[in-house]
């Protein structure tokens, strides 16, 4: 069976990392290590460390899971990264993400059709930068397709209000050079050609 091999005091100085053959295990309040009767050379079962795990911290992680998900909408990948970031031990995750689940907490559609909404509101992007931030994310590609579809990214008006933003650049060029300043500007920003081409000719006209 594994051997605790150290414990290592976390920075806060509430917590302590415990290391099973040299390897870091799970970590523990100082409440629970105690209660637990754990100390360095002791033989721990993986059934055993299981059960000190999910006795001592479920709850405890919960609620941290929580209030990072009430933040803001989270990815199932993004909730993922925080566990394994806090070191959580994998034996609590399928537990964790079933709670969050049922309270509608976490789900991938949901926050793909969020992040769209929030890019549209605040920061709008074009479709092919979305894809990326949402692949990012760890969406899947059909989740992804299918919400960038029912969303209705208008990117010719987006590519447009850019452009005026930036009108001062180019004002004063030739027309040719303008709409080659301005196209090469948009594509820099991840819009398709035919928006660009769009939303440069109803600026040009202006």
Do not use: C
């Not at 709008?124 to 299918?146: A, M, T, V, W």
């Not at 933003?165 to 060029?173: E, G, I, Q, S």
């Amino acid at each position: 069976m594994p051997i605790i091999t150290s414990v290592k005091p976390q920075k806060s100085g509430k917590r302590l990392n415990v290391y099973l053959d040299n390897k870091f295990a799970f970590g523990i309040d100082l409440e629970n290590f105690v209660k637990n009767g754990l100390k360095v050379k002791l033989q721990l079962s993986e059934d055993k460390v299981k059960e000190i795990v999910k006795k001592a911290e479920f709850q405890k992680t919960l609620d941290k899971v929580l209030r990072f998900v009430t933040l803001r909408p989270r990815s199932e990948k993004e909730i993922n990264d925080w566990l394994k970031r806090k070191k959580i031990h994998e034996s609590l995750y399928k537990e964790l993400f079933d709670r969050l689940k049922r309270l509608e907490l976490v789900d991938d559609e949901k926050f793909a059709r969020w992040w769209v909404n929030q890019r549209s509101s605040f920061r709008p992007k074009p479709k092919r930068i979305l894809n990326n931030e949402l692949r990012i994310k760890g969406i899947e590609k059909e989740i992804i397709e299918e919400v960038l579809k029912e969303e209705n990214v208008d990117e010719e008006k987006i590519a447009r209000e850019l452009l005026e933003k930036k009108k001062y650049k180019w004002k004063k060029l030739d027309r040719k050079i303008a709409r080659q300043k301005m196209s090469g500007y948009l594509a820099r920003k991840g819009f398709e050609w035919d928006a660009i081409t769009r939303a440069v000719d109803v600026f040009i006209k202006k």
